[in-house]
Structures are given as structure tokens and as C-alpha cells.
T-cell receptor, first 110, second 110 residues
Framework: TQLLEQSPQFLSIQEGENLTVYCNSS?????LQWYRQEPGEGPVLLVT?????EVKKLKRLTFQFGDARKDSSLHITAAQPGDTGLYLC??????????FGAGTTVTVRA | ETGVTQSPTHLIKTRGQQVTLRCSSQ?????VSWYQQALGQGPQFIFQ???????GRGNFPPRFSGLQFPNYSSELNVNALELDDSALYLC?????????FGQGTRLTVV
């Protein structure tokens, strides 16, 4: 079983629509990270959330860390084709290890 | 551009063979981690090297081994390749909590 469960697995929307991706766990984390990965590339860190209830904004992307620090969400407003990619959440399980969710594949159609 | 370089980018090997993958970490980063990413999955932690010593290992058999050199570059070696070893192998360098990934090596075992 995955430590971090991401949903949905796939998401296909029209340009200009909004979308939300979820990352859930039964464990409590000191922090969660969100990455975006494009085909043929490695994951690129988007944000790290560390405080329960924290909300961080990165242009049209809004990240939220749950109050209990067990879950997180990524919301994209007015999605663009450039937002297409695999979105991964990850948590530091031990000092040396990142544990990733299975990812959400987002496709934004022009 | 993360400054982490992996080689080769693609590789095809036969079952039972051995393979060595290479990673040049970002300047000044003394920690290198290796991940395996199967198609449609999130990356899975293989092991981490810190200052030339293995610093943690995931749930991978001993035929997966590694090295880190004094300049902090690293190698991943896999012996007795199996078909299920086909995956994208990612290297990440870090100097703290934030990890920077290379573009990966796509290994196909036939």
C-alpha cells in the first residue's frame, strides 16, 4: 500500500478550467513537497509546505497543507497547456528518504 | 536546469547483464539519492550516499549497489538484470531537505 495516496490518477481538462489534485495519508508529516514531472525529465520541486493549515501560492497554483498535517491539495486556476504533466506529492519519511505518491497525470487541452 | 546530470539517457540491456548508471551532482551538494520510477508510478527510493558512505537504503535487493566519489558524483550498479528492472532511474542531489533531480536514465531490459 502507498503511504501517500493521490487522486485522481488522471485528469483531462480544457484550457481555462480549474483543477484540484489531492494527496492523502493516515500518517502525520513534518512537511510535504509537490513536484511536477514532464515526459523524459526528472521531477521539479514546486513547493514545500511545513505548517498545518498553511496555504502557499505560486502564480496560478495554490497549495494547502491540512491542519493535521496528513493531507495536502494542489489547486490550479485557469489551467494552461503548459501545466500538463505528472504531479507528485512526497514526504520525508526519514532524514534521507523521500516517499512519493503514485502521481496525478494532468492534461490540459488547448 | 537543476545542475544534476545523468548518463546515459537511454540504455537497452539483456536479462542477466550488468549495468552502471552515472550521476554528476549539483556543485557543492554532498548527498546523492537514487530512485527507480516504473511506468505510471511515483519514484521509489533505492539508496542514498552522503560523503561517500551509504546513508540509507530502500526495499531493493543487494544486486542494486552504488558508489559515491570524492567529488560527490555517484554510480548505480545493477547486477543480474531482470525484466522488471526496466524503469526510469533518477538521481537527486541535495544539501538539506530540498532535492534536485536529474533527467533520468531510461533502462530497458529485454
Amino acid at each position: 500500500t502507498q503511504l501517500l495516496e493521490q487522486s485522481p490518477q488522471f485528469l483531462s481538462i480544457q484550457e481555462g478550467e480549474n483543477l484540484t489534485v489531492y494527496c492523502n495519508s493516515s500518517s502525520v508529516f513534518s512537511s510535504l513537497q509537490w513536484y511536477r514531472q514532464e515526459p523524459g525529465e526528472g521531477p521539479v520541486l514546486l513547493v514545500t509546505v511545513v505548517t498545518g493549515g498553511e496555504v502557499k501560492k505560486l502564480k496560478r497554483l495554490t497549495f494547502q497543507f491540512g491542519d493535521a498535517r496528513k493531507d495536502s491539495s494542489l489547486h490550479i486556476t485557469a489551467a494552461q497547456p503548459g501545466d500538463t504533466g505528472l504531479y507528485l506529492c512526497a514526504a520525508n519519511i526519514r532524514a534521507y528518504k523521500l516517499s512519493f505518491g503514485a502521481g496525478t497525470t494532468v492534461t490540459v487541452r488547448a | 536546469e537543476t545542475g544534476v546530470t545523468q548518463s546515459p539517457t537511454h540504455l537497452i540491456k539483456t536479462r542477466g547483464q550488468q549495468v552502471t548508471l552515472r550521476c554528476s551532482s549539483q556543485s557543492g551538494h554532498n548527498t546523492v539519492s537514487w530512485y527507480q520510477q516504473a511506468l505510471g508510478q511515483g519514484p521509489q527510493f533505492i539508496f542514498q550516499y552522503y560523503r561517500e558512505e551509504e546513508n540509507g537504503r530502500g526495499n531493493f535487493p543487494p544486486r542494486f549497489s552504488g558508489l559515491q566519489f570524492p567529488n560527490y558524483s555517484s554510480e548505480l550498479n545493477v547486477n543480474a538484470l531482470e525484466l522488471d528492472d526496466s524503469a526510469l532511474y533518477l538521481c537527486a542531489s541535495s544539501l538539506g531537505q530540498e532535492a534536485f533531480f536529474g533527467q533520468g536514465t531510461r533502462l530497458t531490459v529485454v
